[in-house]
């Protein structure tokens, strides 16, 4: 169960034009379940991601990054996403690169098109051979349901660990255009997203030009995906995709306009919302922990001691355990590697409680007040550095018996 | 229960001369259990140290500090060492310092010496006020018990969550002269030593000129303590200290000698023995995991990639699943940090089993001998990187869910 996060329902998420999904059940890992997805774009439609930075990054990804730079460089523009879960084709060399780009021409020909028109993504197990006959076969299923509402379905099509789909919707107005985006996101282990996050997928009606779509994707992924972490672990796969159909009356082609600030800002708040379903489904979450970094000399460093929290499994089992067990996390702090922090400048709080003042324990903090926030299930941590005026937010959850069993069990 | 790790007892454990072990009852945290721990030195003795890079360092690490440097500045040299368990006396601002003064100053006047002759170390809780009452009550109980043949006592004196007392002891020969060495060391959790570790101290009875033994304290942490970690969490109070007593017959004054480097041989072999015990004891640990990345460009990166895949969560539950799910250890090599790593000249073993080879599955891996591997309690992961001659290792273990009942249970 997931952290105060209701599960979405099909009615909640509304059709983007310019956008038909399809799903399919090729039985990659496991026979009668969901385990390919098809979205297929309408020619008015352009499309930016932002992928993973680890240097084993799965042979999709590859061939994702080479589609779009294919279009960048004049090439034809994308006509369709395919998603398989079950097997993440990463670590798999010279074989792995081979299916994906098998899997592309395979959806190309069903949808009279080119192979580098096709963006491909998978989700699973690491460092086994992806089964691409089966991925191949299940492809003519998944076109003969294509249709514009089929969110829902999309949402559970993407789903590994996760306990439940994630998906967010909302019609926004832009100075007097009704924009409608709708998104989906997938994740629940190996999540510290470094660049994107394993399989967000985020479409919008308005017409935005390639440039400005690149921009945008990288500021919603920066201040969303971006800022969540379960394990640490930054997977072979992440992937998030920004695609504006071009349907609507909202038109942008550069990004000094209101317009386009709105629209940013619009993005990014469902962005975020996509990113702290994952951590609201963390694998064995039962809190989900805001972590903010105030008052520091750069965001880079209020970003390392919030990760350094995040991370720290001894923090993250005294959240578990609703023990006020705080000096964890000045321990998590001291060891972040901001080599010249003066903790004698720094305070800490949980929620509205001041826990540590210059750098020791507030001479007014009881653990009755510690103790009190530690019971919640949404609890944030708040460090103020004293150095500075530049601040950093993550969110991340606990860590729990169950995240251990999940990930004891996941491959049988 | 340790991983393959016998308890040790007394008898195995050599008096070093020129040092004496006192140890009381002060009801620190709990009562009933030895918590107090004096370690008294010979006038010929010299005494160096290495300590914790957290930036929360503890107040008696700031003390033990000062007073080595005033040693350093040609004051009188170090009486004895004086460790409590049961609070960490960390995260205590300047209380904190005055508590850990007072400490020194009142077994100074039970020892006849100044204050800063006296190092003093706290290991437990942080973020609480040190009980100094009754850590300044308690030692002359742990002087009147002062004897050579104490240091299984002092092993159980300094343990915290540590299942079982770690020592370790022997007699070498260096060039014709009898050298006994005997050491101790504690933790279990809050483990990833960055300059030192959580408490080790290791005595040999020979003279050692102040100089030289700053040289091989700091070689012996680099080369134990500095290499394992349990959970990536650097304790706020690491300490390693070296205590060469100058009461055998080898007498070393400079490092260009082949008594030296023999020394060093065997100290930093008995103190990578008492760095390993703790890995052993890891909590909830039930594999010892040693983590050696090979043909490095320089060994920074290799360390960069030894604890992304020993601090990963995914790779210890899978260790502790006994589950080849070793996709997860790429994943980890990939989001190390190292930007330019060419996978595709990557090699992956598990003890003798290569797994991957050249970035991919290796054809001739079947699953079957890597589970043959994970079965076992005692598992090397060797990486081969292709890009030079360097290399490093690490030591760590399994991520079980005894460690999240430990550590949600800890203060209880």
Same mark, same amino acid.
């Given at each position: 169960?997931?952290?105060?996060?209701?599960?979405? !329902?099909?009615?909640?998420?509304?059709?983007?034009?310019?956008?038909?999904?399809?799903?399919?059940?090729?039985? +990659?890992?496991?026979?009668?379940?969901?385990?390919?997805?098809?979205?297929? %774009?309408?020619?008015?439609?352009?499309? /930016?991601?932002?992928?993973?930075?680890?240097?084993?990054?799965?042979?999709? !990804?590859?061939?994702?990054?080479?589609? %779009? /730079?294919?279009?960048?460089?004049?090439?034809?523009?994308?006509?369709?996403?395919?998603?398989?879960?079950?097997?993440?084709?990463?670590?798999?060399? #010279?074989?792995?690169?081979?299916? $994906?780009?098998?899997?592309?021409?395979?959806? $190309?020909?069903?949808?009279?098109? #080119?192979?580098?028109?096709?963006?491909?993504?998978?989700?699973?197990?690491?460092?086994?051979?992806?089964?691409?006959?089966? !991925?191949?076969?299940? @492809?003519?299923?998944?076109?003969?349901?294509?249709?514009?509402?089929?969110?829902?379905?999309?949402?559970?099509?993407?789903?590994?660990?996760?306990?439940?789909?994630?998906?967010?919707?909302?019609?926004?107005?832009?100075?007097?255009?009704?924009?409608?985006?709708?998104?989906?996101?997938?994740?629940?282990?190996? +999540?510290?997203?470094?660049?994107?996050?394993?399989?967000? &997928?985020?479409?919008?009606?308005?017409?935005?030009?390639?440039?400005? @779509?690149?921009?945008?994707?990288?500021?919603?992924?920066?201040?969303?995906?971006?800022?969540?972490?379960?394990?640490?672990?930054?997977?072979?796969?992440?992937?998030?995709?920004? +695609?504006?159909?071009?349907?609507?009356?909202?038109?942008? /082609?550069?990004?000094?306009?209101?317009?386009?600030?709105?629209?940013?800002?619009?993005?990014?708040?469902?962005? *975020?919302?996509?990113?702290?379903?994952?951590? *609201?489904?963390?694998?064995?979450?039962?809190?989900?922990?805001?972590?903010?970094?105030?008052?520091?000399?750069?965001?880079?460093?209020?970003?390392?001691?919030?990760?350094?929290?995040?991370?720290?499994?001894?923090?993250?089992?005294?959240?578990? /355990?609703?023990?006020?067990?705080?000096?964890? +996390?000045?321990?998590?702090?001291? &060891?972040?590697?901001?080599?010249?922090?003066?903790?004698?400048? @720094?305070? %800490?709080? %949980?929620?509205?409680? @001041?826990?540590?003042?210059?750098?020791?324990?507030?001479?007014?903090?009881? #653990?009755?007040?510690?103790?009190?926030?530690?019971?919640?299930?949404?609890?944030?941590?708040?460090?103020?550095?004293?150095?500075?005026?530049?601040?950093?937010?993550?969110?991340?959850?606990?860590?729990?018996?169950?995240? !251990?069993?999940?990930?004891?069990?996941?491959?049988?």
């Amino acid at each position: 169960m997931a952290v105060n996060s209701p599960l979405p !329902v099909a009615a909640d998420l509304k059709p983007v034009n310019g956008i038909e999904i399809g799903f399919a059940e090729a039985g +990659i890992k496991k026979p009668n379940r969901k385990d390919i997805l098809v979205m297929k %774009l309408a020619d008015t439609a352009t499309v /930016a991601g932002v992928f993973t930075t680890n240097r084993f990054c799965a042979a999709p !990804v590859q061939v994702s990054k080479a589609n %779009l /730079a294919a279009v960048a460089a004049g090439g034809a523009p994308i006509r369709a996403l395919v998603v398989n879960t079950g097997n993440a084709n990463a670590g798999t060399g #010279e074989t792995g690169l081979d299916s $994906a780009n098998a899997t592309c021409a395979a959806l $190309a020909r069903l949808l009279d098109c #080119e192979p580098h028109q096709i963006l491909p993504f998978s989700t699973g197990v690491i460092l086994e051979p992806l089964p691409v006959a089966k !991925v191949v076969g299940a @492809l003519p299923a998944a076109i003969a349901n294509l249709k514009a509402d089929n969110w829902f379905n999309a949402a559970e099509a993407i789903m590994t660990t996760d306990t439940q789909p994630k998906a967010a919707s909302r019609t926004v107005d832009i100075c007097g255009h009704s924009v409608t985006m709708t998104g989906i996101s997938k994740g629940a282990g190996m +999540i510290r997203p470094n660049m994107a996050t394993m399989l967000g &997928y985020l479409a919008i009606d308005a017409k935005v030009s390639q440039d400005v @779509l690149n921009e945008l994707v990288k500021h919603a992924a920066d201040h969303s995906f971006n800022c969540i972490t379960i394990d640490g672990d930054t997977s072979t796969n992440d992937s998030f995709m920004l +695609i504006a159909t071009g349907t609507g009356s909202l038109a942008i /082609a550069n990004t000094d306009s209101t317009e386009y600030a709105e629209l940013k800002t619009a993005v990014t708040d469902i962005a *975020r919302s996509l990113a702290q379903m994952i951590i *609201r489904d963390g694998e064995g979450a039962t809190k989900f922990i805001t972590v903010t970094v105030e008052e520091g000399g750069n965001m880079e460093e209020c970003r390392k001691i919030a990760y350094s929290i995040a991370h720290s499994p001894l923090v993250k089992t005294a959240f578990f /355990a609703s023990d006020p067990n705080l000096g964890r +996390i000045l321990c998590a702090i001291g &060891y972040a590697g901001v080599d010249d922090l003066d903790v004698t400048k @720094l305070d %800490l709080y %949980l929620d509205d409680v @001041l826990v540590a003042k210059s750098g020791g324990r507030n001479p007014a903090y009881q #653990e009755a007040d510690g103790q009190r926030v530690m019971q919640k299930s949404e609890i944030t941590v708040r460090v103020r550095l004293g150095r500075g005026a530049h601040s950093a937010t993550v969110w991340t959850c606990d860590l729990s018996h169950e995240y !251990v069993t999940i990930n004891a069990d996941y491959r049988s």
